[in-house]
């Protein structure tokens, strides 16, 4: 008996083990989208293991600014983990802000912030076709991994909503007559870019579980 109920503890534990992941973020609306894709997993954020470094994103691509945080963690804390960047691609715009989406404005700028500047870049513009892209990065067990997600859609021309934070006020995915701050988050991470890109990292973590 005794013997047993080791062995099923040695199991628990281990499982407790495989099930816990970093997010590397400090960014809360982030954290709690993941985590509600992720149900199955216990998904810590950077303050949870003690980390309060504001990690310098400063790659040119969004494959990059993921590597970067990713990297961090598991070179100074020796975690699984994984990361994500996010950005929003306008086509008129040749692509911006792209990398830059979260700093758009400036350093130290407001979501809202971003918004205005992007409403105010687009006032003349007639063609509104845009994109947010996610890419995650993935190290586990010494080897690194990339996934990528995808969402086209629109730029409205004034903000929509209460809900999400970004962009989600003004962007409206294909399909849909609602942007994403007005959807509740279970249809927004069933379609959204980032919900995507996590599919496939969920997808992929069942295979090597």
């Known amino acids: 008996m005794g013997c047993d109920f080791r062995i099923r503890k040695d199991k628990e534990d281990k499982m407790d083990k495989k099930d816990r992941i970093v997010f590397a973020t400090h960014n809360k609306n982030k954290l709690a989208e993941i985590r509600n894709i992720l149900k199955n997993y216990d998904v810590v954020g950077l303050r949870d293991i003690g980390c309060e470094t504001d990690i310098v994103e400063d790659a040119d691509d969004l494959q990059g600014n993921a590597k970067i945080k990713a990297d961090f963690v598991t070179n100074n804390y020796h975690l699984n983990c994984f990361a994500d960047d996010t950005g929003l691609e ?120």
């Open 90 to 209: 306008v086509e008129a715009l040749n692509g911006a802000p792209g990398v830059y989406s979260a700093r758009y404005a400036g350093e130290g700028c407001s979501y809202h912030d971003n918004v205005v500047k992007l409403l105010d870049a687009m006032k003349d513009i007639t063609n509104r076709k845009a994109r947010f892209r996610t890419v995650i990065a993935l190290n586990l067990n010494g080897k690194q991994y990339f996934f990528e997600g995808i969402v086209n859609g629109k730029i409205l021309e004034e903000e929509h909503g209460e809900g999400g934070f970004g962009y989600d006020p003004i962007f409206q995915p294909d399909g849909y007559d609602m942007t994403f701050a007005e959807m509740p988050m279970e249809i927004k991470n069933k379609i959204s870019h980032r919900g995507r890109a996590v599919q496939k990292l969920v997808e992929f973590l069942h295979l090597v579980s």
